[in-house]
């Protein structure tokens, strides 16, 4: 069993039942978690369209943003930034110019760098992706798409066809480096610039 908490700390004080959770099954009910989120917002946030923006984030030109989605409080966006299927940002979250972010959990202090891409992922605390790091989230070369990750030295079926990283708290992501689907790294890991992880290896 992977405890998200052992990752990113006090991940289900915001993700509420969310302890017994794999975090598969978290992304994969991500929009509907941010749609109920969005309910018990406070005044700090504006609300529109099932898109809520705290009133400190800072959101530069030509950002699309698609519903639901949650920026929370000093969160900066840069410009051309693509938001889409459900995408939570923690508090003082950054987000270079020309990022995709997919269906994906980001915490506090994290900062993503320009022209990277974040896919089906839950992203933990302090958190550096350089500029142009990818989490992937889909097998595109294998016949079977379905994910498994790699835990404890024990293949866990994910039994999705979409998946991204989990990533620990204070871990840093080299530029240009890939996190193939079904990454999970511990908190602090260290992954170089231009690395791939592959973790789980198609026989």
Same mark, same amino acid.
């Given at each position: 069993?992977?405890? =998200?908490?052992?990752?990113?700390?006090?991940?289900?004080?915001?993700?509420?039942?969310?302890?017994?959770?794999?975090?598969?099954?978290?992304?994969n009910?991500?929009?509907?978690?941010?749609?109920?989120?969005?309910?018990?917002?406070?005044?700090?946030?504006?609300?529109?369209?099932?898109?809520?923006?705290?009133?400190? *984030?800072? #959101?530069?030109?030509? @950002?699309? #943003?698609?519903?639901?989605?949650?920026? !929370?409080?000093?969160?900066?966006?840069?410009?051309?930034?693509?938001?889409?299927?459900?995408?939570?940002?923690?508090?003082?979250?950054? =987000?270079?110019? !020309?990022?995709? #972010?997919?269906?994906? +959990?980001?915490?506090?202090?994290?900062?993503?760098?320009?022209?990277n891409?974040?896919?089906?992922?839950? +992203?933990?605390?302090?958190?550096?992706?350089?500029?142009?790091s990818?989490? *992937?989230?889909?097998?595109?070369?294998?016949? @079977?798409?379905?994910?498994?990750?790699?835990?404890?030295?024990?293949?866990?079926?994910?039994?999705?066809?979409?998946?991204?990283?989990?990533?620990?708290?204070?871990?840093?992501?080299?530029?240009?480096?890939?996190?193939?689907?079904?990454?999970?790294?511990?908190?602090?890991? =260290?992954?170089?610039?231009?690395?791939?992880?592959?973790?789980?290896?198609?026989?």
């Amino acid at each position: 069993m992977i405890h =998200i908490d052992d990752f990113i700390e006090n991940f289900s004080a915001t993700f509420k039942d969310s302890s017994s959770l794999a975090p598969w099954e978290i992304t994969n009910d991500l929009k509907n978690r941010i749609e109920k989120m969005i309910l018990d917002l406070s005044a700090d946030f504006v609300i529109e369209n099932n898109i809520a923006i705290h009133k400190t *984030a800072v #959101i530069e030109n030509n @950002v699309t #943003i698609k519903s639901p989605a949650i920026i !929370g409080e000093n969160c900066h966006v840069g410009a051309n930034a693509y938001f889409r299927e459900g995408v939570y940002l923690d508090k003082s979250v950054k =987000i270079g110019p !020309g990022c995709e #972010i997919k269906n994906s +959990i980001i915490c506090s202090e994290t900062t993503v760098a320009h022209f990277n891409y974040i896919g089906n992922s839950i +992203i933990g605390r302090n958190i550096n992706f350089e500029a142009g790091s990818i989490a *992937a989230n889909h097998y595109n070369e294998r016949a @079977v798409k379905k994910i498994s990750v790699l835990y404890n030295s024990e293949i866990i079926e994910t039994n999705s066809d979409k998946f991204g990283s989990l990533i620990g708290d204070n871990s840093r992501i080299g530029a240009n480096a890939v996190l193939s689907p079904g990454t999970i790294l511990t908190k602090n890991s =260290i992954v170089k610039r231009l690395e791939l992880i592959e973790q789980v290896v198609m026989k």
